[in-house]
């Protein structure tokens, strides 16, 4: 990261009409063939995609037929590619999911943490209850995880407990299942790039820009994916779009975005400022990485810059990506005192991808 | 923010041993002759100081003879120059503060919020109550400025009903008082710059780093202030060095630092990466601003080393400041997945600086 040339300034925060801070990042769009339709920023630094990748990690699940064999809902699917706020009905669709392989939020080995949701984690405290793995915000991908352990258990015999246990290990059976479609999906080799430990335990494994984007192109496309990954992402697909709620929750980005454009972006955000789409009826994938890896706000308004320049909106949908690429920023008091926007490096940059 | 050369990186946020996001920012120390010792980035663009000078904002409190008058102690004073959790022990004293000049939390005008504090908003959850203003990070900010604004009030009459109302408007006597408080602390023009709404609803008056380490330099000797506002400033430090608890609050920096460290520095963080410091002993200010406005991890980590470059330190001091320049990361699971460090530009460029 220490490249003489810096990544262009994507996100303005302003106070008053003055800029405040500002934030940096890279982003690359990408067809299918890998070929790079837009690049700003380094696109070849290798990033830790986190939780941006959850749906190439829940390749597995469907095509192995685990999904099939434990009649998981569109409900459980997408909270499987989910990065949820702890809300009531997310625990409820991560016990539901574990319930269908015999499991419980025993078997989760992502860790416990309180609901990101505000008013959830409230309300959890005032019941004098604590927040178990369930409310973990990857409960979701974990219980997925569990549901492909199962399934690889059944055909083991004496040897299937070794499945259900330690499958946030990178040689886990199931976890290496997961490596090998990020691999697969993404075209990248991660044998020899930097592995780390995300939030949840499993590893990350750091991927270019380029190639995260190539991934979800392919995602969006089915081009270049077996057709065994090709039929789960396009079934993944479906399921968040019907379900966009469990992909993140009340008033997040995610679901707000999918619930109105459906099946037409197929968005996730990760930790430290990454994110990553498959827009089908363009056949792009696209894929952002922020430097100072600001999650909260700034790597937001980048998405919603792209899906702007990407996809003809209208109506509701113009609306609402119109209100997520400026965002006003109020106080205690509810007096706005500032603004969120796309910066004009990055407006100008998207001009050559904008849709006809 | 457009400079053709960026600010350097001065934190960096590993995973497992790659550098996963880092965090860009300018710094200055000076002394109260206006000498600049140090410069890293930028130190002439003028930017916010938020809540990192709420112990300038507090001189009149001081001066003014109102703190006398009212009988505020360390805790109240403490907390007038604090960005506080809102922990139990914070909003009893706001209201203590405020009783003194027989007045309560409805005198407020900096609005309500949750606790900052973790336990402290769980707890409050728990309770079925809701926040007040009391909890308000800026609470005790605002008691003094309701404090002086009564003090003032009492010498007006059939006039003093409107000392006490409206004090976070720019033209009211008691903000008047503060605004220029901090012009002469700085000796920056005020009425020539960018001039934003704050989180609490007073005004914030862009100013460069240069200007805010002198403010602070000043702060650290009495040089350049007038007489009462350098024995403000002097009673203001040891009401913090004697109430550290007061200032941010439990496991916070600025609590953690000043209980160890006491008068030898006087440190306090404002929103969007600032962070403002006087270091009597070394007759010095110092001024930093995170370019991405992080304030939840990158600035901390600047202003220990930034502390531990500029002040001999030993046993407890030293292990502490060397614990938050460079911070362990734990994931949900308390496994460590990585740091925050000190870049080795900020290490080597604070080389001449350092304490003999």
Redesign the interface.
């Known amino acids: ?2 490249s003489p040339s ?1 990544n262009p ?1 994507l996100v ?2 302003l ?10 990042g890279a982003l690359a769009v990408v067809d299918a063939q890998g070929s790079v339709l837009l690049a700003l920023g380094d696109i070849d630094r ?3 995609p986190r939780s941006a990748i959850k749906l190439l990690q829940a390749l597995p699940l469907v095509a192995s037929g685990a999904a099939e064999r434990f009649g998981l809902s569109d409900e459980e699917l997408a909270l499987a590619c989910a990065s949820h706020g702890g809300e009531p009905m997310h625990a409820a669709t991560a016990a539901a999911a574990l319930a269908r392989a015999g499991q419980d939020h025993t078997a989760l ?6 609901p990101y949701h505000d008013a959830s ?3 959890l ?2 019941s ?1 209850n604590e927040p178990t793995a369930l409310h ?1 915000n990857c409960s979701g991908k974990h219980a997925g995880f569990v549901c492909l352990g199962c399934h690889l258990a059944s055909d083991a015999g004496a040897e299937a407990r070794r499945f259900l246990r330690g499958y946030v290990q990178p040689e886990h059976a199931a976890m290496r299942e997961v490596t090998a479609a990020v691999q697969f999906a993404t075209g990248f080799d991660l044998a020899h790039t ?8 499993i590893p ?1 494994y ?1 991927i270019p820009l380029r190639y995260l984007a190539l991934g979800f192109a392919r995602v969006a496309t089915g081009d270049g994916l077996s057709t065994g990954h090709a039929a789960a992402a396009h079934r993944l697909r479906q399921a968040v779009a019907a379900a966009p709620q469990m992909v993140a929750g009340s008033g997040r980005f995610d679901s707000r975005v999918m619930a109105v454009l459906g099946e037409r972006v197929c968005c996730k955000v990760g930790a ?2 990454v994110y990553c789409a498959a827009l089908p009826e363009r056949g792009l994938g696209v894929a952002v990485k ?5 999650t909260a706000r ?1 790597v937001e308004v980048v998405m919603a810059a792209l899906i702007e320049a990407l996809l003809p909106l209208q109506g509701e949908a113009a609306e609402l990506l119109a209100s997520l690429s400026e965002v006003q920023l109020k ?5 706005e ?2 603004r969120l926007r796309a910066s004009a490096a990055l407006r100008h940059g998207l001009e050559p991808v904008i849709a006809a």
Do not use: Y
Not at 15 to 24: I, K, L, M
Not at 290 to 294: A, E, I, K, L, S
């Open positions: 990261m220490t810096p300034v303005e925060a106070r008053g009409g003055t800029v405040e801070s500002q934030h940096r290798a990033v830790f080995e992502c860790g416990a943490h309180w984690l409230k309300a405290a005032r004098g973990n930097a592995r780390g430990t995300d939030g949840c335990s990350t750091a430290e400022g922020m430097d100072d890896g600001n700034a106080n205690w008091n509810g007096i005192v500032g």
